[in-house]
Every structure is written in C-alpha cells, then in structure tokens.
T-cell receptor, first 111, second 115 residues
Framework: QKEVEQNSGPLSVPEGAIASLNCTYS??????FFWYRQYSGKSPELIMF????GDKEDGRFTAQLNKASQYVSLLIRDSQPSDSATYLC???????????FGTGTRLQVFP | GAGVSQTPSNKVTEKGKYVELRCDPI?????LYWYRQSLGQGPEFLIY????????DSGLPNDRFFAVRPEGSVSTLKIQRTERGDSAVYLC?????????????FGPGTRLTVL
C-alpha cells in the first residue's frame, strides 16, 4: 500500500476555474503536510504547508487538512495557464525528519 | 539570497563507473537531504544530514551509495559501480533546522544517465 496517494491526472480545468487536487496518506501519526509545484524539468517548489486541521489560505491557494479522514487537498482559485504543472503532496513520517512524496497530479489549465 | 545549488546539472556515465554529485545548500541551513526522482514519480528519500552527521541513511538503496558532508555545508553523494537503474534525477534539499515542520528547499537537481 502506497503511503501517500495522489491521482496522477492529468486534471484539466479552464482558465479562471477552481482546480482541486487531493491527497490521502496512510500514517495517522503524520503531522506536517506540504504541497510542492514542479514544472516539467524543474525542481519542486513549495506552495503551501499545513499542520492543523481545517483550511489555510495563501493568495489563490487554499490547503485543507482533515486528519480524521487522512486527506489533504489543495484548491487553486482563478486558475491560470501558468499554474500548469505537477503538484506533489508530501507528508512527514512521524518522529523523523523525512518526507514521503506522492507521485504527483499533473494539472493542465487551458485558456 | 542564493538557493540550493547542485553540480553537475547533467552527468552521463557508463555502467560500472564511479560518480560524485555535489550539493551546496542555502547558507546557514543545518539540515540537508538527498532524494532521487524517477520519471513520473515523486522524490524518494535517500539520506538526511544534520550538521556533519548522517542522521538517517535508511533510504540509500544499497552499499554502492554513500554521502558525506564533512564540514556541515557542502555534501557529496557518491555512487560506485553505477548501474542503468541508477539513472534518475538526484535532488538535494536543505532546511534551516530540520524537524517535522521545517520547509525543505530543493536544488535544481542532477540528471544522471547511466549507459
């Protein structure tokens, strides 16, 4: 069983729409959750991190965490073609400094 | 300020050869991580340094892989007797202190191709 699961996509949304990216994780003890954006051929870039249940907003991005259901999501409002990338969900392994990454969801925003 | 840098950006080698990949973390960051990313996959943890010591090397796939960070700054990942399956992008990341809530900042990666 994979420890961090993401739908590989592609998720296609029109410009201006809300893109919803989901991630589930298996270890109930995980406390920290990160969303990274990775453009093709580039390295991951941090978009959001969250460690409390509920929502965290930063500009057009909102991270949502539900520890009881073991999922974390990323909402991108007013999607732009420049948001087209792979979004990686990363979850910390409890009592370590290690992150486990999902395989990523490829997002395509079309004009 | 300067981000994480990695050299070389690309490395092509032949099966059986030895390679070294270098990572220069963000100045002042005590924690340094090495990951490997294959096509279509997320980064896979290899090793974590806190200062000069390897705090966790549980992700190294076998004893052909070794990493050092002798002065607590620059790190080198060393791969002996390379195999075609070692081909991947090797990513380095650093964070200010380590710890579960510390953000890891990634370098541009080294693309290793083993022929």
């Amino acid at each position: 069983q994979k420890e961090v699961e993401q739908n590989s996509g592609p998720l296609s949304v029109p410009e201006g729409a809300i893109a919803s990216l989901n991630c589930t994780y298996s270890d109930r003890g995980s406390q920290s959750f990160f969303w990274y954006r990775q453009y093709s051929g580039k390295s991951p870039e941090l978009i959001m991190f969250i460690y409390s249940n509920g929502d965290k907003e930063d500009g057009r991005f909102t991270a949502q965490l539900n520890k009881a259901s073991q999922y974390v999501s990323l909402l991108i409002r007013d999607s732009q073609p420049s948001d087209s990338a792979t979004y990686l969900c990363a979850v910390n392994i409890p009592n370590t400094d290690k992150l486990i990454f999902g395989t990523g969801t490829r997002l395509q925003v079309f004009p | 300020g300067a981000g994480v840098s990695q050299t070389p950006s690309n490395k092509v080698t032949e099966k059986g050869k030895y390679v070294e990949l270098r990572c220069d973390p963000i100045s002042g960051h005590t924690a340094l991580y090495w990951y490997r990313q294959s096509l279509g996959q997320g980064p896979e943890f290899l090793i974590y340094f806190q200062g000069t010591g390897a705090a966790d090397d549980s992700g190294l796939p076998n004893d052909r892989f070794f990493a050092v960070r002798p002065e607590g700054s620059v790190s080198t990942l060393k791969i002996q007797r390379t195999e075609r399956g070692d081909s991947a992008v090797y990513l380095c990341a650093s964070s200010p202190y380590g710890g579960e809530t510390d953000t890891q900042y990634f370098g541009p990666g080294t693309r290793l191709t083993v022929l």
